[in-house]
């Protein structure tokens, strides 16, 4: 029949490596674009971040650039949105930062109360 393929598994086979080869390509591009993105200098970017600015690049080639960049009220709803989780994050980090910090001046305080104690244990122990 016409249309039908005379060896349809090395069809198949060759259809697959294809697709193969095109996936690689993408990963290639998407590590290149990393390497831009992760510098020495921002080597601790957390990965919603790096992701947050992946999407942000591939939106602005898709759509033209920053300054020609129309933002309708769809676009400035997610942008709210974005920023309220950041500004949540950034809380959530505060506090626990501060009750890391609250616990670690906790154990410096029993730690000097620890060893005031032993010295006057101690001076105690000589006048016995």
């Known amino acids: 029949d016409i249309g039908d ?3 349809p598994v090395i069809e198949k086979v060759v259809k697959f490596a294809l697709s193969i080869a095109e996936a690689n390509a993408s ?3 998407l590590f290149s ?14 990965t919603h971040t790096v992701k947050g600015l992946l999407i942000t690049k591939s939106y ?8 020609n960049l ?6 400035m709803y997610h942008i709210k949105a974005s920023h309220s989780k950041y500004c949540e ?18 154990q410096e305080e029993v730690n000097k109360e620890y ?3 032993k010295k006057l244990k101690s001076i105690e122990d000589k006048q016995t």
């Open 89 to 106: 994050r950034n809380l959530e980090r505060k506090d626990y930062r501060r009750e890391d910090s609250l616990e670690k001046r906790l």
């Open 115 to 117: 060893t005031q104690n």
């Open 5 to 7: 393929s005379k060896y």
């Open 70 to 75: 129309k933002i309708d009220e769809t676009m």
């Open 27 to 29: 990963v290639e591009r």
């Open 60 to 67: 602005l080639q898709a759509n033209g650039t920053c300054t």
């Open 33 to 46: 674009q990393l390497f831009h993105i992760i510098t020495k200098d921002r080597n601790k970017l957390e």
